[in-house]
């Protein structure tokens, strides 16, 4: 096991730039045309918000927790860069990720209790046979090459804590944000801190919107990403000696009063921190982005669509056998 996240095979095998996770994707469809042409499926991220509610489901009945949910979570999408989503039965490879990662997160689960569970869920798709796991376990193990260790974003969030003042309710947000990012490319893209460090900025700029009635996620969405591209742009133009770090970082119509001074406060500390560290913000402001853009594509997300898409390959190609 590597001693740290910058000589793990995680940064080593599993960091890709967005066009080389698009040519492995590619390469996927080209190599497999036929099913491709006969079974189409929602775009990438719908996929993702799918695949994330039900290893949810299955983790909330198993009391699983969220280190080996977030670690399942990496497993699932690197699986998926190496196999046709077409190809499988989603549902056992679900079932499958999450019986790995409780075992590598030392919190394993017994196979038969997981299968017994995943059935309740699943029950035209999971069968009893305990060896189907075993199986699909021995599959997943060999397209990630057997490296297993996942280093994750919560404990720099928990690091950096008493750095940013963070109160529980940052601090919550902030892990809400961090789930969230498995729905999206962003571990294959960036470090687990930088996605840290991202989730700390946008609960520091989005947290005061959620007490403003009537703002919808969109309006929101725009808020945190216009401030928050604000702060990494002081912290860029201070750490190239362009301009201060304590210009007012731009405030929304809807955020007023008695949030918006201690909020541009603690905004002004991240970017002044941020400007004095060697963190690279290039990286943070397109993780920023990524995350925004995720929950505007959230909004579009149909559960039904997707389920019956995903059930209907499934069932065609005798995959729940």
């Not at 996770?21 to 045309?33: G, I, S, T, Y």
């Amino acid at each position: 096991m590597s001693a740290n996240y910058w000589e793990s095979t995680q940064k080593r095998y599993w960091l890709f730039t967005k066009d080389e996770l698009a040519l492995m994707r590619q390469k996927l469809e080209d190599e497999n045309p036929e099913i491709v042409r006969m079974f189409p499926l929602p775009q990438p991220r719908h996929l993702a918000i799918y695949f994330n509610q039900q290893l949810l489901r299955l983790g909330k009945r198993l009391t699983i927790r969220q280190q080996a949910m977030a670690t399942a979570q990496v497993y699932l999408k690197r699986f998926y860069t190496r196999v046709e989503i077409r190809r499988t039965n989603p549902y056992l490879v679900i079932t499958t990720a999450i019986y790995l990662a409780c075992k590598m997160e030392e919190s394993p689960q017994h196979i038969r209790l997981i299968v017994t569970e995943a059935r309740q869920l699943w029950q035209d798709f999971i069968g009893l046979d305990t060896s189907k796991i075993g199986e699909c376990e021995f599959f997943l193990i060999s397209e990630m090459s057997s490296q297993l260790i996942v280093y994750q974003p919560y404990r720099s969030l928990l690091a950096l804590r008493n750095e940013f003042a963070l109160v529980d309710e940052d601090v919550q947000l902030a892990k809400s944000i961090i789930n969230d990012h498995y729905m999206t490319d962003l571990p294959f893209l960036c470090s687990p801190h930088t996605v840290a460090l991202v989730a700390i900025l946008l609960a520091l700029v989005l947290r005061p919107n959620s007490s403003v009635p009537g703002q919808n996620s969109s309006g929101a969405a725009a808020a945190g990403l216009a401030a928050a591209q604000a702060a990494l742009s002081q912290a860029h133009s201070a750490r190239s000696g362009q301009g201060g770090i304590l210009a007012e970082i731009p405030s929304t119509p809807e955020v007023k009063e008695r949030h918006q001074e201690n909020r541009i406060t603690r905004v002004q500390h991240f970017a002044a921190w941020l400007a004095e560290s060697d963190v690279d913000i290039a990286a943070m402001v397109d993780a920023t982005q990524e995350i925004i853009s995720f929950y505007e594509c959230y909004e579009q997300y149909n559960d039904k669509f997707t389920r019956e898409q995903i059930n209907r390959f499934v069932k065609a190609r005798n995959l729940d056998k």
